[in-house]
């Protein structure tokens, strides 16, 4: 079996066990580097949002403001893959992005007289559907009259490029007792269900393999 044939048979592909944040699928029939293939693009080659750039407006937290930065960078963020572009791939084809592929969240702690922690709840998104995937992830804790106050712009990413863009925390693959069976286990950041992410590789598997094929025709001709 080839991959395109693959695709076209999802009956080679039986779920196992899923829940809200992980799935384990048994391919059947695949060769192994078709199966690992699909394992490597479900770890990080399905694009999720995640947060690119921050502009420090205040901080007066004993974190420095790029440590502030990598942490706020590193919080999974909801994502919804049929409302969004990549920038590359947007038609605004502009630095600073437009609705279409990129999404501002805000973060104000205001002032407080006591010792707290903030958490990712108190982050406002200008889009409902791209948030925190939870929202008891800390960020910082701030002494009183400290204060952080922050706006921060997510875009579409791959984990190729950044894990803070991983669409996956785990993605394994194993062999069973039949050698013509394999178990795909996936595991969601929170981005996205895993079953998106099984589909979205899928499909990023089989742009790939086109685009390839596409190159090896040109160089023939």
């Known amino acids: ?30 060769p192994l580097q078709y199966a690992n293939a699909l394992r490597r693009v479900c770890l990080n080659g399905v694009p999720v949002f995640a947060i690119d750039t921050v502009d420090i407006v205040e901080n007066s ?16 963020l909801k994502t919804d893959l049929t409302r969004f572009n990549e920038p590359s791939k947007c038609e605004c084809q502009s630095e600073t992005g437009c609705s279409n592929c ?12 006591v010792t707290r922690t903030i958490l990712s709840n108190e982050m406002s998104s200008e889009d409902d559907t791209i948030k925190p995937v939870s929202e ?11 204060r952080i106050k922050v706006e921060c712009y997510a875009r579409l990413g791959r984990g190729t490029e950044h894990a803070k863009w991983n669409a996956s925390n785990i993605s ?22 895993p079953e998106q992410i099984i589909i979205s590789g899928v499909d990023e598997v089989n742009n790939r393999l086109d685009q ?10």
């Open 1 to 30: 079996m080839d991959f395109e044939d693959f695709l076209q048979d999802l009956s080679s592909l039986e779920v196992i066990s899923k829940d809200n944040h992980k799935i384990s699928i048994k391919l059947k029939g695949v």
């Open 61 to 76: 937290s004993v974190l420095p403001d790029e440590g502030l930065a990598h942490r706020l960078g590193l919080i999974p």
């Open 102 to 113: 990129k999404v501002m969240l805000v973060l104000d702690s205001g002032d407080s007289d």
């Open 136 to 146: 008891k992830i800390p960020i910082v804790q701030l002494a009183p009259g400290q």
């Open 172 to 193: 394994t693959l194993i062999d069973t007792d039949n050698e013509d069976e394999k178990i795909l286990t996936i595991e969601s950041t929170g981005a996205l269900n």
């Open 212 to 221: 390839f094929k596409e190159m090896i025709n040109g160089i023939e001709e």
